[in-house]
Nanobody
């Protein structure tokens, strides 16, 4: 069972930047594809970005493409989401997720492991 802990959320003005981190433990980090999802109040959880086991392949939702960058450090069991040019509509709880199948992250909005979430609030 994988344990995931997010950090780095906070309050930022529109146009600003934040970097989220996701620390993983419980099973070999390099065995999991990883992803970021978010859920805004009153809305369903949505896919944000995903990265494969090696870090060589990345996928993004159209709404964040060109502004967010997903990366991972397999030596330190950590995944990141660099968020630039933030907009008020990016306000949400951000969750990291892990799964052995990349398609479950990118297409199914589901995963075998989830973090507890970190709040990101972007003021206008």
């Amino acid at each position: 069972q994988v344990q995931l802990v997010e950090s780095g959320g906070g309050l930022v003005q529109a146009g600003g930047s934040l970097r989220l981190s996701c620390a993983a433990s419980g099973r070999p980090f390099s065995s999991d594809n990883m992803g970021w999802f978010r859920q805004a109040p009153g809305k369903e959880r949505e896919f944000v970005a995903a990265i494969d086991r090696s870090g060589g392949l990345t996928y993004y939702a159209n709404s964040v493409k060109g502004r967010f960058t997903i990366s991972r450090d397999n030596a330190n069991n950590t995944m990141y989401l660099q968020m630039n040019s933030l907009k008020p509509e990016d306000t949400a709880v951000y969750y990291c997720a892990a799964d052995g199948r990349l398609g479950r992250l990118t297409l199914g909005a589901t995963a075998s492991g989830w973090g507890q979430g970190t709040q990101v609030t972007v003021s206008s």
